[in-house]
């Protein structure tokens, strides 16, 4: 017989779960091992009951906790109880939503803000809420409520980063970030954490795009696109091997591939402009002249980064690795084309220079991908300069009329009165 948990206050019906309470009992300080077995005796204990009320259910767990005899646990675990369920936020559109402190921290890592700072920050915040009995609030207010939170804790240069991400989130321009760089510099891994951190659902990969290519023209009409990136120029109509040396040849070959993928890739960006959603486009072939196929009049905004791992041996370690992570990657193929490898690295680290595009060294990937995201605020900060009164709109007109912003949690008070 499956066990329902009833929630009266929040009229929801769920079913028990054992690894749910396993997880309030780690939360409250049980190991795993008496996590899992008391939640396992409460299971066993619901096996003929089909319906039991979230206070009972607390009960009888606090009876177990009791008889374990330890009383910190037992306080953490009733500590929740004193909590409000929820924290609901309202959004400009007049949806709610139950205050999320991930998504909270992410948001204050989008404007820049480290991870370990992000927690702590939202940690703050959160405790503030709901030390004061905040049941509601709107998005409005706690992000100003954030914003000052911000500006008193740590700098004012912070709180003006936040500031702008939360202006441009508001003004409803999409974000166009563009990812190259070489075989292992880490370009999915880097735009599947940026992606994450500042929620943007889509991303499209250079090797899908020439993948599809590939298979419209068969390697017989146009063996340049079927061939590596940095082995495409083997397969050159006219290679004139006496003429350039192996690094101009490998760069001409790369070239060639990427004015193939420019049509596809600018259709990507196009459909994101015209449907105003972010967009992350990464891959070997996100070329730096990319950005200058997309319209001039356009309102996007366009980031372009060129990844790079600036020592061989650290590199090679990363080509073994995909290796033993997906063996259909063939790393001994990319170990015996290193030198190629590292001679299109150059190349493109020189392209990026020239045209002005951000290298990013990727020794580490939480260092990387902060560096990304203070890419993109550094060209938030070119061209938005808005005041916290035109972000935050009344709400700071209302902390003006009834108190002061020079103590944050005092505003809370005053914004949730």
């Known amino acids: 017989m499956k066990t329902y948990v009833i929630n009266e206050m929040e009229e929801s019906r769920v079913p028990f779960l054992r690894g749910i309470l396993t997880r309030s009992l780690l939360d409250a300080g049980l190991s795993f091992e008496e996590a899992f077995e008391l939640a396992t005796v409460v299971r066993d204990e619901l096996s003929n009951i089909g319906e039991i009320s979230t206070e009972d259910l607390r009960t009888r767990v606090c009876g177990h906790l009791e008889r374990l005899g330890n009383q910190s646990v037992l306080e953490h675990y009733q500590a929740p109880a004193m909590t409000p369920a929820r924290i609901l936020v309202e959004s400009l559109s007049g949806t709610s939503s139950t205050f999320s402190r991930g998504r909270h921290r992410r948001y204050l890592q989008a404007s820049g803000l480290p991870l370990d700072k992000a927690e702590a920050t939202t940690g703050l915040i959160f405790d503030q809420l709901v030390a004061a009995g905040v049941e509601a609030i709107t998005t409005s207010q706690l992000g100003y409520l954030t914003y000052l939170c911000l500006q008193q804790e740590f700098s004012k240069k912070t709180a003006r980063k936040y500031l702008l991400w939360s202006d441009f989130e508001r003004s409803g321009r999409p974000l166009l970030l563009l990812i190259g760089g070489a075989v292992g510099s880490g370009k999915s891994s880097i735009a599947t954490e940026v992606a994450h951190q500042l929620e943007i659902v889509r991303t499209q990969s250079t090797d899908m795009l020439r993948e599809v290519m590939r298979m419209m023209l068969p390697e017989r009409l146009l063996p340049v696109l079927h061939a590596s990136s940095f082995d495409a120029w083997k ?52 070329h730096p002249d990319l950005v200058a196929r997309i319209p001039a009049d356009t309102d996007a905004i366009i980031v372009h980064v060129t990844l790079a791992v600036l020592r061989s041996k650290e590199l090679k370690s990363r080509l073994k690795g995909r290796g033993v992570q997906a063996p259909e990657r063939r790393a001994k193929r990319y170990l015996n084309k290193f030198d190629s490898i590292w001679s299109l690295q150059s190349f493109l680290l020189s392209e990026s220079d020239r045209l002005d595009t951000a290298i990013i060294t990727n020794d580490e990937k939480e260092h990387a991908v902060h560096q990304v995201i203070n890419t993109i605020n550094y060209e938030l900060a070119r061209q938005f300069d808005s005041t916290p009164e035109q972000v935050f709109g009344e709400v700071t007109d209302i902390v003006a009329q009834r108190g002061d912003a020079s103590d944050w949690r005092q505003t809370v008070a005053v914004l949730c009165d």
Not at 255 to 273: G, H, M, S
Not at 274 to 282: A, D, G, K, N, R
């Open 235 to 286: 397969s050159l109509p006219v290679q004139e091997e006496d003429s350039r040396d192996k690094d101009q040849l490998i760069a001409a070959g790369y070239k060639t591939q990427v004015d193939l993928l420019a049509v596809p890739c600018e259709a990507v960006l196009q459909r994101a402009i015209q449907e105003s959603v972010h967009i992350i486009l990464e891959g070997v072939h996100a």
